[in-house]
């Protein structure tokens, strides 16, 4: 069975200043991880997603994330926020195969103080 | 491409009324995806197809729930009678491939809200 666990519902950062979103995945195998953007009123956009190829993954809009299978972590960082950054970010895992489905973090909501 | 295309945007019905749920997946695309979104529970994965075949509607929460695809640029979800407790965003999503490692494109959802 796979889980995944964001361990922060709400993070609140100036403008200017870095963000961190943490996740931590629970897998019986090495899964394919994701991270996806929901602005408000607005549907799922993928930032970035991890593959098994490079551990350091690029995304959009300056958006990075780690893969540290030590840790079972894949926390997504940003080195500078700025006010377009306040939505909802998804944490999402994926097995390699087998029948098991996506499985969503519950979210993090990313606040944005001017 | 417009996107995964979702109608309505918003929905308010009351109980015990029909409702539909209308999708447009990304031209060429060969799996579509309905999910449902709630405080409560998040985000959940009622039913999905491949090739306009539902492949696992395990995550349909019961009977007054069903989907279709008639053709592969359209899908309904259908709930009737309807309940408060239906009351969530709806997505739909689709993505070229069931890859597990593949994207998937969400619409912008139908927000319902069951009085």
Same mark, same amino acid.
């Not at chain 1, 190829?53 to 700025?82: C, M, Q």
């Not at chain 2, 308010?12 to 409702?19: A, C, K, L, Y």
């Given at each position: ?12 950062? /100036? !403008?200017?200043?870095?963000? @961190? ?6 897998? =019986?195998?090495?899964?394919?991880? %994701?991270?996806? #953007? ?31 299978? /030590? !840790?079972?972590?894949?926390? @997504? ?6 006010? =377009?950054?306040?939505?909802?970010? %998804?944490?999402? #895992? ?21 | ?115």
């Amino acid at each position: 069975a796979q889980s995944v666990t964001q361990l922060d519902s709400h993070v609140s950062v /100036s !403008e200017g200043t870095p963000v @961190l979103l943490r996740c931590n995945y629970s897998s =019986s195998y090495s899964p394919s991880l %994701f991270w996806y #953007v929901q602005h408000p009123n607005k549907g799922l956009q993928l930032l970035l997603k991890y593959t098994s190829a490079a551990t350091l993954v690029k995304g959009i809009n300056g958006f990075e994330a780690e893969f540290k299978k /030590s !840790e079972t972590s894949f926390h @997504l960082t940003k080195p500078s926020a700025h006010m =377009s950054d306040a939505a909802e970010y %998804f944490c999402v #895992v994926s097995p390699p195969f087998g029948n098991e489905k996506l499985t969503f973090g519950t979210g993090t909501r990313l606040t944005i103080i001017p | 491409d417009a996107g995964v295309i979702q109608s309505p945007r918003h929905e308010v019905t009351e109980m015990g009324q029909e409702v539909t749920l209308r999708c447009k997946p990304i031209s060429g695309h060969d799996y579509l995806f309905w999910y449902r979104q709630t405080m409560m529970r998040g985000l959940e994965l009622l039913i999905y197809f491949n090739n306009n075949v539902p492949i696992d509607d395990s995550g349909m929460p019961e009977d007054r729930f069903s989907a279709k695809m008639p053709n592969a640029s359209f899908s309904t979800l259908k709930i009737q009678p309807s309940e408060p407790r239906d009351s969530a965003v709806y997505f739909c999503a689709s993505s070229s491939t069931g890859d597990r490692q593949e994207t998937q494109y969400f619409g912008p959802g139908t927000r319902l809200l069951v009085l």
